[in-house]
Nanobody, 119 residues
């Protein structure tokens, strides 16, 4: 099993910044990818950003404003969010795709952290 603990959400004004963190812990796993998704009530969970093998990918809506980074030594992924907009308001979920003793990947999720952009 892998546990993901997120932090860093909160209330911010439009144009402001927040930094989310997500730390993975557990035993005998190898992280293949880590990422962030977000969800607004009534909508599907959508990909925000992911990093796999050093390569990053972003949703079009956040390109140029959000930056994902990973500290391999700490099994931690970060999401730096700048120039926040009202429409970025959502619950943000961290995910980790991991392997154990086989090449099969398993996805784990954090508990979610609320980001609210409001004036």
């Amino acid at each position: 099993q892998v546990q993901l603990v997120e932090s860093g959400g909160g209330l911010v004004q439009p144009g402001g910044s927040l930094r989310l963190s997500c730390a993975a812990s557990g035993s005998n796993f190898v992280i293949k990818a880590m990422g962030w998704h977000r969800q607004v009530p009534g909508n599907r969970r959508e990909l925000v950003a992911v990093v796999r093998d050093g390569t990053t990918r972003y949703a079009d809506s956040v390109k140029g404003r959000f930056t994902i980074s990973r500290d391999n030594a700490k099994n931690t992924v970060y999401l730096q969010m700048n120039s926040l907009k009202f429409e970025d308001t959502a619950v943000y979920y961290c995910n980790a795709d991991v392997t154990f003793t086989s090449p099969n990947e398993f996805r784990y999720w954090g508990q979610g952290t609320q980001v609210t952009v409001s004036s």
